[in-house]
């Protein structure tokens, strides 16, 4: 009988439910480019599209430093806070 | 010699269970049956125990089942036969030497100890023994002794035992979690089925093979020594060996993978980004100082190709790690479009004794002796730079430039880190007109540079930089014409020398995000050297 050392961190990832979807769509939503390029035209688009439809709502603009890294903390912490609702253009 | 002996419980050849210690004084005699030694001091125990067994507990302690009963059998025995065929017994008890013969007191601290047959040491034990039991000591007919043997190797010491012992035993360096196979499970196919591979075949990382791989470092095997994005999982040794045990590493390698994988969990290499990127990147590795030989590197013919054990192996672990430990698996958050060979393994040692230039560690404040690894995050294989023409520095730099100039794209300009390996013809013909380092840099920067008329984006190659990079918006013809550099800094231009010596060569590993919004080269001095 082999027995084998666990080569991996040993952890099961975490599940997390999907939030609940509200019934309709108010307070702020949160556009967040994550710097790469045309994520930015990408986002025109949509904010001036979302402006129309819903003009009850807070349309607010977030960017990442990098699209290398992972978005710093304050920001992350900063959109949770401040937003119901978060369109991220990932570009790729 | 005070402190008690670990205590056992065994059973005996009409299995009855003796425990040590039980209260009173005790000799334990460690035996093999195939040891012509232990054979000659049979007739010896078995005399003690006749004679002292009322007062002191007598007992042989055998090796392996089979060869205890040959030994009752072939002597005659009476005196308890304990079976240690698992040799936790004789492993916990250090035993090396067989027979080692150990006399202990009531509470089962040791007051003698030998091993091996003297004919003094036993006539020395038998007056103890008659001492401490208060009986007369047996006759023996010493004659018939010689006055010295040397003893048998103990199987608990024997290759590969030692190491499943050292593994099993309570205070063992493991404590990962261990999965156990079925016995028709073929370790090497089980290997692949847990997703635990690179794709190509990984040696199973059994306890033995861990705890072996742990001797090649003296830190502690829980250490943790970094947190492994993209899961931010805590690394310890013992995983790190693990995966350098599947990799197959040696465990000299180990202090090396280890300087490898603490470079790379810092917030400046940004190995989050380097695995997670859609473009290809991958830690390339470089080695420098005297440790280079003592893994016996390859950093000649074929140096970034196959081969060589430590060249292929180290890479490989810090990428099994990354993969196992920080959960950079393909197609999970490993999201490379296209990767490449570097993906598997990228570890290369510089071959400095053969470069006219400091080497990459000197140049970055270390000493020629210490020894030091220095990742980068490029992509995951080299190009081949070929002039087989040039017969001077300033145009083999020339060529140099024009081809670290395709790196991304030609029109990207203001770009960072690459590393340029050159091959020792090339470096003869620029060091032959005494050219440094920073030299060949400025002119690689100067044969590379190009008018930001040309490095726009157009309908002609879609992809190239913007007036707004340039800071402007309504340029001039002379600042259409301004001269952009290939790379942000000369220094960006990492050079090492390596490789074969035939072949006018060289190569470079093109980059990937550097600087503080992307990954930026770390070096780190190993600490243990084997």
């Not at chain 1, 710093?72 to 369109?87: C, K, Y």
């Not at chain 2, 705890?211 to 492994?228: F, H, S």
């Not at chain 2, 670290?404 to 029109?411: G, I, N, Q, R, V």
């Not at chain 2, 550099?485 to 550097?514: M, Q, T």
């Amino acid at each position: 009988m082999t027995r084998i050392v666990d080569p991996t961190d040993e952890r099961t990832p975490l599940r997390r439910a999907l939030a609940v979807r509200p019934d309709r769509i108010g307070g702020a939503v949160a556009l967040l480019d994550i710097a790469k390029p045309r994520g930015d035209v990408f986002l025109d688009r949509v904010e001036q599209r979302l402006a129309q439809r819903l003009p009850g709502v807070t349309l607010k603009r977030y960017r990442k430093p990098t699209f290398a890294k992972p978005a710093p903390e304050d920001l992350l912490r900063s959109i949770a806070a401040d937003n119901g609702f978060v369109i991220e253009a990932l570009a790729d | 010699m005070t402190d008690s002996l670990p205590g056992f419980s065994l059973a005996d050849q009409h299995r009855r269970t003796h425990a040590f210690p039980a209260g009173r004084s005790a000799l334990l005699v460690f035996v093999k049956e195939d040891c012509p030694t232990c054979n000659l001091t049979m007739p010896l125990i078995e005399a003690a125990w006749r004679a002292f067994g009322a007062a002191i507990d007598v007992v042989a302690i055998g090796q392996d089942a089979t060869g205890n009963a040959a030994l009752v059998e072939r002597h005659g025995l009476t005196v308890p036969m304990l079976d240690d065929s698992a040799l936790k017994v004789s492993y916990a008890h250090d035993v090396e030497i067989v027979p080692t013969i150990v006399l202990t007191e009531a509470s089962g601290a040791p007051s003698t100890r030998f091993a091996g047959f003297d004919k003094s040491d036993w006539q020395k034990l038998f007056a103890d023994l008659a001492r401490i039991a208060g009986a007369d000591e047996p006759r023996i007919e010493w004659s018939a002794y010689p006055a010295s043997r040397p003893g048998c190797g103990s199987k608990s010491v024997e290759p590969g035992v030692a190491e499943r012992l050292a593994a099993e035993a309570s205070d063992s360096r493991l404590r990962a979690r261990q999965i156990e196979l079925g016995d028709r499970e073929d370790p090497f196919e089980f290997m692949f089925e847990r997703g635990l591979t690179d794709g190509l075949p990984v040696i199973p990382p059994t306890p033995e093979r861990v705890a072996r791989m742990l001797a090649g470092t003296r830190r502690d095997a829980q250490e943790v020594i970094a947190t492994v994005p993209p899961n931010m999982a805590p690394l310890t040794i013992e995983k790190v060996a693990a995966n350098s045990v599947m990799a197959g590493c040696k465990p000299e390698y180990l202090p090396v993978v280890i300087a490898v994988l603490e470079a790379v969990c810092t917030q400046e290499f940004n190995i989050h980004g380097v695995m997670a990127t859609t473009g290809g990147a991958t830690p390339i590795i470089v080695v420098n100082g005297p440790i280079r030989h003592r893994l016996g590197m390859n950093m000649k013919i074929g140096v970034l190709g196959s081969g060589n054990r430590a060249n292929a192996t180290i890479g490989r672990a810090v990428k099994l790690v990354l993969r196992n430990v920080g959960g950079a698996r393909p197609g999970e958050i490993e999201r490379t479009a296209l990767g490449g060979p570097g993906k598997y393994t990228a570890c290369y040692p510089e071959w400095e004794e053969r470069s006219p230039w400091e080497p990459l560690h000197v140049e970055r404040g270390f000493s020629r002796e210490d020894n030091v690894v220095t990742v980068f995050g490029l992509e995951p294989g080299p190009r081949l730079i070929v002039d087989q023409i040039s017969r001077t520095a300033h145009a083999l730099a020339g060529s140099l430039g024009m081809a670290l100039e395709a790196c991304w794209h030609p029109k990207l300009h203001g770009y960072g880190e690459v590393l340029l390996v050159i091959s020792p013809e090339h470096a003869d013909t620029i060091a032959r007109d005494g050219w440094t380092k920073a030299q060949l840099r400025n002119r690689i920067q100067e044969a590379s540079a190009r008018p930001i008329r040309e490095l726009l984006r157009d309908a002609n190659a879609g992809e190239g930089m913007t007036l707004a990079q340039f800071g402007l918006t309504n340029p001039s013809a002379e600042q259409f014409d301004q001269r952009i550099p290939k790379f942000r800094k000369p220094e960006n231009i990492n050079i090492i020398v390596a490789g074969g010596e035939a072949g006018k060569f060289s190569s470079v590993f093109g980059g990937w995000f550097s600087g503080p919004m992307g990954s930026m080269s770390v070096s780190r001095k190993i600490e243990e050297v084997p």
